[in-house]
Every structure is written in structure tokens, then in C-alpha cells.
């Protein structure tokens, strides 16, 4: 099975070269900037953003608020097609309770800071993996020409850990009441530019502490590449000196 290997690939890319200078691996991995990197996530300004974006959480909810009032007022009310505004509502509240008590340094809580950065809505649905038989490991329903497709398991993990129910409460609340917010887009319209707004300007925020650290990065690296072409220069001139009486 080709999990295993897909798997020991995915771990090597829990460094980059800020935290380890012989990682020749991707370029900038968000979330190892955001939650795992010794040299980044404990900047202030990443820390910072990481705090705005669980700050966002009562933002959004306020922002719902409002754009069910102006649906309401909307032509295109999606109340008379069927939506409960009362359970946009209710979502609002599950949100709104869940969020004192929760304790963000879990993955669920990083996996919920990294959307909310990124501007991703998501269903309930797909925030709690199914353990004991998660969905990329199910056999493939359909056959492709009479024979049963290889699954592509790059980059999924192996083993998918049992968390505690706890931590995925706000992450299932909050995808509830994206479940539940249909309405019309002008209504969504605000709600929508706030948090473009407000992930592009965090995305540009945790650019901003990272760019001078790599910047430094490739000065050392490129130093130490010439300091070595040099005394490599320099013993290929002394090891040819005989051939070429070291003149030059
Ligand atoms: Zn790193």
C-alpha cells in the first residue's frame, strides 16, 4: 500500500529551512509558519493573527446577524424559499456558546484558525473524520473499465487519531451555521468583503514577520555557497598549481 509512503513524505515536511537550513523542501507551508515552526509561530505578529482569527469567530456571528436582518428586507427573502432564518439563529447561539470555554491548541482549533484565515467556509459534515474507517480508506464505489481503481493516498496519514469530542465543538458549531446561512448574496455581500478583507490582510500580516527571517535565510545560504565555491576554487588552484604554475 502506498499510505506509508505518503505518509513518511508528508512528516518530512515538518520543517523549513528558517527552522532546519538543509530543508530543501517546499518553498512556505502556512501551517507549519502558523502553528509549527520554532522560529515563526512564536513571532508576535503571528500570534497576533492567530488571535484575530479566533477573535473573528463573535465577528462572524454579528456579521450573520446582519445579513439576516437585510435578507429579510431583501427580495430575494430565502425565507419564502423554505429557510429558517430561527435556525440561523439558533446556529449563532451554539456558536456563540461555544466559543468561552474553548481551548484552540488542539488540531481541530488549528484546523479552525487556518479557514478563518483563509476565508473558507465548511460543512459540519466534514469536520469530524470517521476514525475507524476514514473516507479515503473506504474501497472505491465504482469500478473504471471493469476493474477496481488504485486509491490515490498521497498525502493522506494512515492512522486517523480518536480526539476528544470536546475539541471539535466550535469547529461542528461553526460549520453548522455555515450549513444554515442561506440567503440572498446581496445580503451575504458584506459579510463576505469583511473576511476577504480580513484574511488577506492577516495572510499579508504573517507575510510581513516571515519575508526578513527568509530574506536573512538566503543571505546565509548564498554566503556559505560562495565561501565553499571559494575554497573549492582555491584547492582545485593549488591541486593544478603544477600544471598551470599557479599563475593567474
Ligand atoms: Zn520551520
Redesign the pocket.
Known amino acids: 500500500m502506498g499510505g506509508v509512503s505518503s505518509f513518511s513524505r508528508h512528516s518530512a515536511w515538518k ?2 529551512r ?3 537550513l538543509s530543508d530543501g523542501g517546499p518553498r512556505y507551508d502556512l501551517w ?1 509558519v502558523l502553528f ?5 509561530s512564536t513571532l508576535a505578529s503571528v500570534v497576533a493573527v492567530r488571535d484575530a482569527c479566533q477573535a473573528f469567530v463573535l465577528q462572524l456571528c454579528d456579521l450573520v446577524t446582519v445579513a439576516v436582518g437585510c435578507n429579510g428586507d431583501s427580495m430575494s427573502n430565502t425565507e419564502r424559499s423554505g429557510v429558517s432564518h430561527s435556525d440561523i439563529y439558533d446556529a449563532e447561539l451554539r456558536v456563540r456558546d461555544a466559543v468561552p470555554g474553548y481551548l484552540w491548541d488542539c488540531v481541530p482549533g488549528r484546523w479552525l484558525v487556518y479557514t478563518l484565515l483563509l476565508a473558507l467556509p465548511f460543512s459540519e459534515r466534514v469536520v469530524r473524520p470517521n476514525a475507524p474507517d476514514p473516507v479515503w480508506l473506504c474501497p472505491p464505489k465504482r469500478k473504471r473499465g471493469g476493474v477496481v481503481p488504485e486509491r490515490d493516498l498521497h498525502g493522506m496519514p494512515v492512522v486517523v487519531p480518536e480526539l476528544p469530542a470536546e475539541q471539535y465543538v466550535l469547529p461542528e458549531a461553526l460549520g453548522w451555521l455555515y450549513d444554515c446561512t442561506v440567503l440572498s448574496s446581496d445580503s451575504l455581500r458584506p459579510l463576505a468583503d469583511a473576511w476577504c478583507k480580513f484574511a488577506t490582510g492577516n495572510l499579508l500580516r504573517v507575510g510581513n514577520a516571515v519575508r526578513p527571517l527568509r530574506a536573512a535565510v538566503d543571505v546565509q545560504l548564498l554566503t556559505s555557497a560562495v565561501v565553499l565555491q571559494q575554497q573549492n576554487d582555491d584547492d582545485s588552484r593549488s591541486g593544478s598549481s603544477s600544471l598551470d604554475d599557479g599563475s593567474d
Open positions: 520543517t523549513c528558517l527552522c532546519d507549519h509549527d515552526c520554532p522560529k515563526t
